[in-house]
């Protein structure tokens, strides 16, 4: 949702109520997990974050956590041509043929969600799991769990505008696509109360 403005209102949003929308009415859900990280870049971004993290705990949503990285990275002009121009910059031909600059980078997060659909499928945490991503890089765990456990299920849950084929066709095309009534149906009272003394509003910017 950070990167489409049309669906940053949706962003106070209950997990745990999303996932009881997705889920028949014969299936009982036991936890949802949010694998999520932390910007290091904007302390304001940040604090928005562990607030809305801390109104996910009041409904049992366990969060993981994973790490952004700062990380270099080169552009080279002739073997990824520049699609969209700067209404600064119009001809591409004065900028040099690479250019390295550096950026920030998730990281852990697919590890993590891997990681978690191994070990709670040993542990016999769930029947059913439903992976809310369009990350492919966590297929071929699906793939390993699948091979071990011949009766577990798994559902791909796309996120509004993303796909994934790999992904999709390890859980036998078992597919959800996230629409933006679920993301409405689906949002946190504001403001959550925590406690007698303590409650957390939806951030303005959110709105």
Same mark, same amino acid.
């Given at each position: #949702?950070?990167?489409?403005?049309?669906? *940053?209102?949706?962003?106070?949003?209950?997990?745990? %109520?999303?996932?009881?929308?997705?889920?028949?009415?014969?299936?009982?859900? %036991?936890?949802?997990?949010?694998?999520?990280?932390? &910007?290091?870049?904007?302390?304001?971004?940040?604090?928005?974050?562990? *607030?809305?993290?801390?109104?996910? @705990?009041?409904?049992?949503?366990?969060? +993981?956590?994973?790490?952004?990285?700062?990380?270099?990275?080169?552009?080279? *002009? &002739? @073997? !990824?041509?520049?699609?969209? #121009?700067?209404?600064?910059?119009?001809?591409?031909?004065? $900028?040099?043929?690479?250019?390295?600059?550096?950026?920030?980078?998730e990281?852990?997060?697919?590890?993590?969600?891997a990681?978690?659909?191994?070990?709670?499928a040993?542990?016999?945490?769930?029947?059913?799991a439903?992976? +809310?991503?369009?990350?492919?890089?966590?297929?071929?765990?699906?793939? !390993?769990?699948?091979? %071990?456990?011949?009766?577990?299920?798994f559902?791909?849950?796309?996120? =509004?505008?993303? @796909?994934?084929?790999? $992904? &999709?066709?390890?859980? %036998? !095309?078992?597919?959800?696509? =996230?629409?933006?009534?679920?993301? *409405?149906?689906?949002?946190?009272?504001?403001?959550?109360? =925590?406690?007698e003394?303590?409650?957390? @509003?939806?951030?303005?910017?959110?709105?």
């Amino acid at each position: #949702m950070d990167n489409n403005p049309q669906y *940053k209102k949706y962003k106070w949003l209950n997990l745990n %109520e999303l996932a009881l929308n997705m889920i028949p009415d014969n299936e009982t859900l %036991e936890q949802v997990l949010y694998f999520t990280a932390y &910007c290091i870049w904007d302390k304001e971004k940040k604090e928005k974050h562990k *607030k809305y993290v801390e109104a996910l @705990s009041k409904y049992g949503i366990h969060t +993981v956590r994973g790490k952004f990285l700062r990380v270099t990275k080169r552009f080279n *002009k &002739c @073997s !990824m041509p520049i699609t969209d #121009m700067s209404p600064v910059i119009t001809d591409s031909s004065i $900028l040099p043929d690479e250019i390295e600059y550096q950026t920030y980078e998730e990281k852990k997060t697919d590890v993590n969600i891997a990681t978690k659909i191994v070990d709670y499928a040993y542990k016999g945490k769930y029947d059913h799991a439903y992976i +809310v991503s369009a990350d492919g890089d966590i297929a071929p765990a699906i793939e !390993m769990v699948k091979n %071990e456990f011949s009766d577990k299920k798994f559902t791909a849950v796309l996120p =509004i505008g993303y @796909s994934n084929q790999y $992904l &999709c066709q390890v859980c %036998e !095309m078992n597919v959800i696509k =996230i629409e933006e009534s679920h993301l *409405k149906d689906a949002q946190l009272p504001d403001p959550v109360i =925590i406690s007698e003394d303590k409650s957390i @509003s939806k951030p303005p910017s959110w709105n």
